[in-house]
């Protein structure tokens, strides 16, 4: 039997995140994940020395560097992503399009593209100085149990662990919140995400492109090399069914055709996952010594690309409201404080869902008037620089109600 402070299942980017916090805080922690240890694909710091396979990507916004940077994994994490300085949204057959440009924000970047197992490779690198988390890896959960003073794991190598506070940071199927019974609201976007590695003729130049089609939006996310891109294709979920059936030269040309040629033509140069794209949203994040965080509370469209960034601040938040308990030697998974951190990133969360929605239902009705209104407003914006400003403000994390960790001015550093 092992006695700790805080158990976290999952060990995705808010799992690892969330264990790195709190163990700087001193706290003892166990994380426990059912998958491998990730890969180590930290360029220059791997045996092997290999690059990113950029198999799948985040865009990170300010606040979660800002957050990486005083985890001291920014910089490795910067040595293998792509800031983009520049960013263009239009929609196909229509006049309608809006670019933003970092110069015009007064910052160095609109975001980072970086690689999902990278992040987790170099927070678990993180990890392994301090002595204080214990990581299990590859390991199933046979009990979950809470009584009035402590949780109690059973992992299915018989390991049992008492904690004073669970996490669920097991993602979007999460079983925490199942076995806990939080009730889920959810539904079902209707499209499907394909993400791939492309390489395109034309340099990107630092640019992220989003192209709105009749069946859903197209990203082109710029990576280092500069003719390489990672797609996010959502679309029906029929449509979506035909593009991932079709061969690699068909799908080329599929893509190369959405994209409107913007890049020339495109090669694929890795396989093509798909993802059914749900929102969810728990409308309840904790119940007694038990609260869940990122994915397992919420997950929303990839079309702008905010997932991670915001599942990165739930857990900066916890690791804050439970420092505060800790400085007051007070229990670490008081319900005030559960329900005081529920109540802040439940207001982040819903006003992200609707935002999502919005663009969602504005961008995918057909009818000939929503075409033109959609088209002269996003023109007008276009043309307001300060209500620019202020949209994208929001999409880079300097606006809002975000941790102290997160706030951390970024003047300075290196892009
Ligand atoms: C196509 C697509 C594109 C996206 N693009 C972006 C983007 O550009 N920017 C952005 O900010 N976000 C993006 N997102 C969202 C982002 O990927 C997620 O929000 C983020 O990865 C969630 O992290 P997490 O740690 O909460 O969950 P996960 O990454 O899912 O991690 C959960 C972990 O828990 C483990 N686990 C599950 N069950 C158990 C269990 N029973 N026991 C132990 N461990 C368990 C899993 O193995 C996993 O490692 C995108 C999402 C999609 C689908």
């Given at each position: 039997?092992?006695?700790?402070?805080?158990?976290?299942?999952?060990?995705?980017?808010?799992?690892?995140?969330?264990?790195?916090?709190?163990?700087?805080?001193?706290?003892?922690?166990?994380?426990?994940?059912?998958?491998?240890?990730?890969?180590?694909?930290?360029?220059?710091?791997?045996?092997?020395?290999?690059?990113?396979?950029?198999?799948?990507?985040?865009?990170?916004?300010?606040?979660?560097?800002?957050?990486?940077?005083?985890?001291?994994?920014?910089?490795?994490?910067?040595?293998?992503?792509?800031?983009?300085?520049?960013?263009?949204?239009?929609?196909?057959?229509?006049?309608?399009?809006?670019?933003?440009?970092?110069?015009?924000?007064?910052?160095?970047?609109?975001?980072?593209?970086?690689?999902?197992?990278?992040?987790?490779?170099?927070?678990?690198?993180?990890?392994?100085?301090?002595?204080?988390?214990?990581?299990?890896?590859?390991?199933?959960?046979?009990?979950?149990?809470?009584?009035?003073?402590?949780?109690?794991?059973?992992?299915?190598?018989?390991?049992?662990?008492?904690?004073?506070?669970?996490?669920?940071?097991?993602?979007?199927?999460?079983?925490?919140?199942?076995?806990?019974?939080?009730?889920?609201?959810?539904?079902?976007?209707?499209?499907?995400?394909?993400?791939?590695?492309?390489?395109?003729?034309?340099?990107?130049?630092?640019?992220?492109?989003?192209?709105?089609?009749?069946?859903?939006?197209?990203?082109?996310?710029?990576?280092?090399?500069?003719?390489?891109?990672?797609?996010?294709?959502?679309?029906?979920?029929?449509?979506?069914?035909?593009?991932?059936?079709?061969?690699?030269?068909?799908?080329?040309?599929?893509?190369?055709?959405?994209?409107?040629?913007?890049?020339?033509?495109?090669?694929?140069?890795?396989?093509?996952?798909?993802?059914?794209?749900?929102?969810?949203?728990?409308?309840?994040?904790?119940?007694?010594?038990?609260?869940?965080?990122?994915?397992?509370a919420h997950s929303i469209h990839p079309l702008a690309?905010?997932?991670?960034?915001?599942?990165?601040?739930?857990?900066?938040?916890?690791?804050?409201?439970?420092?505060?308990?800790?400085?007051?030697?007070?229990?670490?998974?008081?319900?005030?404080?559960?329900?005081?951190?529920?109540?802040?990133?439940?207001?982040?969360?819903?006003?992200?869902?609707?935002?999502?929605?919005?663009?969602?239902?504005?961008?995918?009705?057909?009818?000939?008037?929503?075409?033109?209104?959609?088209?002269?407003?996003?023109?007008?914006?276009?043309?307001?620089?300060?209500?620019?400003?202020?949209?994208?403000?929001?999409?880079?994390?300097?606006?809002?109600?975000?941790?102290?960790?997160?706030?951390?001015?970024?003047?300075?550093?290196?892009?």
């Amino acid at each position: 039997m092992q006695n700790t402070d805080i158990t976290i299942v999952g060990g995705g980017s808010a799992g690892l995140t969330l264990a790195l916090l709190l163990a700087r805080q001193q706290l003892r922690v166990v994380l426990v994940e059912k998958g491998p240890v990730p890969a180590d694909a930290a360029p220059g710091t791997s045996a092997t020395g290999a690059q990113p396979e950029y198999q799948r990507v985040s865009a990170l916004n300010m606040a979660s560097r800002a957050l990486f940077t005083e985890l001291g994994v920014w910089p490795g994490l910067l040595s293998g992503a792509a800031a983009y300085t520049d960013m263009q949204v239009w929609e196909a057959d229509s006049f309608a399009k809006i670019s933003f440009a970092a110069a015009q924000q007064q910052v160095e970047a609109l975001g980072y593209i970086c690689d999902n197992e990278q992040i987790r490779s170099l927070l678990y690198q993180q990890l392994q100085q301090h002595s204080n988390v214990q990581c299990y890896f590859e390991v199933g959960i046979s009990q979950l149990k809470q009584g009035e003073r402590d949780v109690m794991l059973q992992l299915d190598n018989n390991e049992l662990i008492l904690s004073q506070l669970l996490v669920g940071a097991d993602g979007v199927n999460s079983f925490v919140r199942q076995h806990m019974q939080l009730p889920l609201t959810h539904w079902d976007y209707q499209h499907t995400a394909i993400v791939a590695k492309i390489r395109c003729a034309e340099a990107h130049q630092l640019t992220a492109r989003q192209v709105f089609l009749a069946t859903g939006p197209l990203a082109l996310l710029p990576l280092p090399e500069p003719d390489m891109c990672s797609i996010v294709w959502s679309a029906e979920t029929d449509e979506a069914r035909r593009l991932m059936a079709l061969d690699n030269t068909a799908f080329n040309q599929a893509l190369c055709a959405a994209s409107h040629s913007v890049l020339g033509p495109l090669t694929l140069q890795s396989e093509r996952q798909a993802f059914g794209l749900t929102m969810r949203y728990a409308s309840s994040w904790q119940r007694g010594r038990v609260v869940l965080v990122a994915d397992a509370a919420h997950s929303i469209h990839p079309l702008a690309g905010q997932g991670m960034n915001l599942g990165l601040m739930d857990v900066a938040a916890l690791a804050q409201l439970i420092g505060e308990q800790q400085a007051a030697g007070e229990d670490l998974a008081a319900t005030t404080m559960l329900r005081r951190f529920e109540r802040w990133r439940k207001a982040e969360a819903q006003s992200m869902i609707i935002t999502m929605e919005a663009f969602k239902r504005g961008f995918t009705a057909k009818a000939p008037l929503a075409k033109l209104i959609r088209g002269l407003g996003l023109v007008a914006v276009d043309r307001l620089p300060l209500l620019k400003q202020q949209l994208m403000a929001h999409a880079l994390g300097l606006k809002g109600d975000l941790p102290q960790l997160a706030q951390q001015p970024v003047a300075g550093a290196d892009v």
